[in-house]
């Protein structure tokens, strides 16, 4: 074998770069993994996964210099001290926006498997369903079933932990012990579930963090600073968990400053025969050769690598055909919420910081609930004891520093809506070739908003978390609802969607891009809809089940 | 308690958002100029520190070396304008507690320096909300002709700084509850929990968590 030659390609290795690499070496397949940053390697490289807040010389925070390298990230929360080397170099990697765009992207191995939320939840049977059922945007190929036993085979190897609450609107899995609700949250769920008759439930947020040991990886120590890099690998993260499974196999070749820069095809067979790459380092290009490629380098950098390939066929790109490339940008609205304080728990506290919260799943426009906008929304947020907040008396001196010194009287419980967004033709990405990057590559152009359905949506989102704390007997209730650009959920999802039909879809219902079977897409990109839950673990049981299928095909021959 | 709540705490403390932390767009033309903050500028703020977060049963402010700290803040976070007023106002810091007390600080009891600072508060309290007020009209303004701008040329609005004591406070509040001593002596800190528990019985008294 040529040392250019591979049996696979995956291109990303990031959530489901990583879970292509472990189910295609796994089956024996010579792969090739395809990183255009750095190596960050596990536990060594997490550097500032130890600090304490006094080891950082802003104690966390941000500087005018990062402000200033950093025009997207200072956005929101991501910008700032502790995790900074994490995220993309904005100077280096440029975009453009048409309309705002709020894009974090995390360009190393691992990608944001490293800095994900780590929340984990199944779509359910009606998500599948639900654009035939609006006559919206087109119909998912496949049904909930498809995924269902490939949800258990991810959960089972990353370790989630959850309760199982046997609800239609979102699914049981493969669980560990699920992590406790504190006392404030065990009382606000039993108010809430009785003020509603059970019709709104109020669970353990499900997340890839494990509550017992698994493989060589310990398990959870509550220390919440799953972002910075767990050196326990407590939670999911391709470094945790699918790179060393690749990696043993003895089948995987990981290359990081690999950018890809197309998929190479040839018109005669249909096929792609493999990748064009730049070393990020040396800016020299490269060829690698493979049966099958797998596109995972995020949902919009995967349309990226299709729209830059075989534009001689297709001047739009590779996967072009239906006109649907780069449209139907998705991601969840979010940032709109509320809290209150709750009295009667003074005398209890938390031991450990728990990295997960609450979860309320999706209600409206469910049974028999009818609104004046389509789909749903679910909650995130928590309860816990603050410090400090009664005590207008004191100004300075040691009665501020004594109160300052103990929790609040009364704890803080809070939630805030993640919303699901439709999938509009016109929200869309396209190639920029008036603005290059640092290595003379077209960047990304912007073209997506939110519209009135996401906007109705929100007013409820906001009413209805003050109607529950209300109902849960949360005082001093605030709400917010603040700018919620598209890209902020850092769930972008659509730009090559999945359907029935070769004229209005890019991929077919087992991920291969119509105008090339041999090239999948697995990651964001291949979302039909949205849903309202947190898309990853989809992301890999949609990965597992198609590289399962690639390999069956290419041994009966048709790839 | 985490970071986060810990930056709302201050917020709420002093009135204000808190400057260079995750929430604020200190927006502004940037800068990486640094502003003189003079060793005796450190240490006058060491003593005001000290005089906001004391030394009782447990170290204090300046224990926390929280002049230094805020040296640090203001020459990176700060934008040039808030820097200015930052400086210009530790600046007379001395002379306006001569005005009141009839002392320069360092000189003041610890009574005065506290009767001091609490009339320092009074004033930022005052000027902020004016300051407020007129930046609302101003931001009016801002947004209208920002609205007629491509996206790529807006520009965010610049707020008119806070009064320098605010800015004082809020470092000092930062900086000691996220210090050694303050998270480890005066609340308790535990870096690897190892294991949750939702219901932990509380006693009046006890300290809270640093994180």
Request: glycine share 6%; with cysteine; charged share 25%.
């Given at each position: 074998m040529a040392d250019n030659v591979y049996d696979a390609i995956v291109i990303g290795s990031g959530i489901s770069g990583g879970w292509a690499a472990k189910e295609l070496t796994e089956k024996g397949l010579k792969t090739l993994m395809l990183e255009r940053g750095r190596n960050i390697e596990h536990?060594?490289?997490?550097?500032?996964?130890?600090?304490?807040?006094?080891?950082?010389p802003h104690r966390g925070g941000r500087t005018q210099q990062m402000i200033e390298d950093y025009p997207v990230l200072?956005?929101?929360?991501?910008?700032?001290?502790?995790?900074?080397?994490?995220?993309?170099n904005e100077k280096e990697c440029p975009y453009t926006e048409t309309k705002r765009f709020d894009w974090y992207r995390g360009y190393h191995v691992g990608g944001r498997s490293l800095m994900w939320g780590r929340q984990s939840y199944r779509l359910n049977e009606n998500d599948f369903e639900a654009n035939l059922k609006d006559g919206i945007a087109v119909d998912w190929p496949i049904r909930y079933k498809d995924l269902a036993s490939w949800y258990s085979h991810v959960e089972k190897f990353i370790g989630v932990q959850g309760s199982?609450?046997?609800?239609a609107v979102l699914p049981d899995g493969e669980f560990m012990k699920a992590m406790e609700l504190n006392c404030v949250e065990k009382e606000v769920k039993k108010r809430i579930e009785a003020h509603y008759n059970d019709a709104r439930k109020m669970i353990i947020g499900r997340s890839a963090n494990i509550t017992e040991p698994l493989a060589s990886r310990t398990n959870c120590?509550?220390?919440?600073?799953?972002w910075r890099g767990c050196p326990f690998g407590a939670y999911f993260s391709t470094q945790s968990s699918t790179l060393p499974a690749a990696m043993k196999t003895g089948n995987l070749t990981l290359r990081p400053f690999?950018?890809?820069t197309r998929v190479l095809y040839d018109k005669d067979s249909k096929r792609a025969t493999g990748v064009e790459i730049i070393d990020?380092?040396?800016?020299k290009t490269y060829e690698y050769k493979a049966k099958i490629v797998f596109v995972c380098a995020s949902a919009l950098n995967s349309a990226w690598v299709l729209m830059n390939s075989a534009t001689d066929i297709w001047p739009e790109g590779l996967g072009s055909s239906s006109g649907e490339?780069?449209?139907?940008v998705m991601d969840h609205h979010l940032k709109v919420g509320a809290g209150g304080t709750i009295e009667g728990f003074s005398d209890k506290y938390e031991y450990g910081r728990r990295p997960t919260g609450i979860y309320i799943p999706r209600y409206r426009n469910w049974g028999s609930d009818k609104r004046d906008y389509i789909r749903g929304f679910g909650y995130q947020g928590g309860a816990n004891r603050g410090r400090?907040?009664?005590?207008?008396?004191?100004?300075?001196?040691s009665k501020l520093k004594e109160a300052l010194s103990v929790p609040a009287e009364n704890w803080g419980m809070g939630m805030m809506g993640f919303g699901e967004v439709l999938p509009y033709h016109d929200n869309k990405i396209t190639l920029n070739k008036n603005v290059k990057d640092k290595w003379g590559l077209p960047v990304l152009d912007m073209d997506v908003e939110l519209k009135e359905n996401e906007f109705r949506m929100r007013k409820d989102m906001k009413n209805d978390a003050v109607e529950m704390l209300e109902a849960a007997g949360v005082k001093n209730i605030y709400t917010y609802d603040d700018t919620?650009?598209?890209g902020m959920g850092i769930h972008e999802m659509g730009t090559a969607r999945m359907g029935h039909d070769p004229r209005t879809s890019v991929l077919n219902k087992h991920n291969?891009?119509?105008?090339?079977?041999?090239v999948f897409v697995t990651d964001?990109?291949?979302?039909?809809s949205g849903s309202c839950v947190n898309p990853s673990l989809t992301y890999m049981a949609m990965t597992a089940r198609a590289a399962d299928f690639a390999v069956s095909e290419l041994k009966k021959g048709n790839l | 308690m985490h970071r986060r709540e810990l930056i709302k705490m201050i917020g709420l403390l002093t009135g204000a958002a808190v400057i260079g932390?995750?929430?604020?767009?200190?927006?502004?033309?940037?800068?990486?100029s640094s502003v003189q903050i003079t060793p005796q500028m450190v240490a006058l703020l060491d003593e005001v520190g000290e005089t906001i977060i004391p030394a009782t049963s447990t170290p204090g402010a300046r224990a926390a070396k929280i002049g230094e700290f805020m040296k640090i803040m203001v020459n990176d976070c700060y934008s040039p304008s808030q820097q200015k007023a930052f400086t210009e106002g530790v600046s007379k810091l001395d002379d306006e507690c001569k005005t009141h007390t009839g002392k320069p600080f360092l000189e003041a009891s610890v009574a005065e320096r506290e009767k001091f600072l609490i009339h320092l508060e009074e004033e930022a309290k005052k000027k902020n909300a004016e300051n407020r007020e007129l930046d609302n009209q101003k931001r009016k303004d801002h947004d209208q002709t920002n609205s007629k701008r491509s996206l790529a040329e807006q520009k965010e609005f610049e707020a008119t700084p806070e009064h320098y004591y605010t800015m004082v406070k809020q470092l000092t509040l930062l900086g000691f509850f996220t210090s050694k001593t303050g998270m480890t002596e005066t609340l308790r800190h535990i870096p690897v929990p190892g294991r949750y528990d939702g219901e932990m019985a509380y006693n009046a008294g006890d300290r809270a968590w640093a994180e």
């Open positions: 536990v060594k490289d997490y550097v500032n996964a130890g600090k304490e807040s006094w080891e950082f200072k956005r929101d929360y991501p910008l700032n001290e502790v995790v900074l080397d994490y995220w993309v199982r609450e046997n609800l120590q509550y220390r919440n600073r799953c690999s950018i890809v990020a380092e040396t800016n490339l780069g449209h139907n400090g907040l009664d005590i207008a008396e004191a100004t300075v001196g919620s650009a598209p291969q891009v119509w105008d090339a079977p041999n964001g990109a291949c979302m039909t | 932390t995750d929430f604020l767009l200190t927006g502004c033309k940037t800068s990486t």
